[in-house]
Nanobody, 127 residues
Framework: QVQLVESGGGFVQAGGSLRLSCSDS????????MGWFRQAPGKEREFVAA????????AYADSVKGRFVISRDRAKNAMYLDMASLKPEDTAVYYC????????????????????WGQGTQVTVSS
């Protein structure tokens, strides 16, 4: 059973930074790929970033390129999202996701790729 647990959300002013972390507390890790989605109030859940677990290939939404960096620590079975130059429009609940199979690169931004989802962590950016 994969259990993804996010941490690191919070409240920050525009232009600030936050680091989100995701770890697996279950017995089987999402070893294909991991990533982040987010959902703002009244909006659809959207892709943010993803990383292939072994190869390290990364994918980003256009809205966060150049500001967010996704990384993973294979020894710790942990994944991170470093967010900088935050904007009010980044305000959302951020979800950690995991895929047990290695996805093709174009599929890394698709919700259907991911088998496991965390409970989410709130990020609020004030103007």
């Amino acid at each position: 059973q994969v259990q993804l647990v996010e941490s690191g959300g919070g409240f920050v002013q525009a232009g600030g930074s936050l680091r989100l972390s995701c770890s697996d507390s279950g017995r089987t890790f999402s070893s294909g790929a991991m990533g982040w989605f987010r959902q703002a109030p009244g909006k659809e859940r959207e892709f943010v970033a993803a990383i292939r677990w072994i190869e390290g290939n990364k994918a980003y939404a256009d809205s966060v390129k150049g500001r967010f960096v996704i990384s993973r620590d294979r020894a710790k079975n942990a994944m991170y999202l470093d967010m900088a130059s935050l904007k009010p429009e980044d305000t959302a609940v951020y979800y950690c996701v995991g895929s047990r199979r290695r996805p093709i690169l174009p599929a890394m931004s698709s919700r259907q790729t991911y088998d496991d989802w965390g409970q989410g962590t709130q990020v609020t950016v004030s103007s």
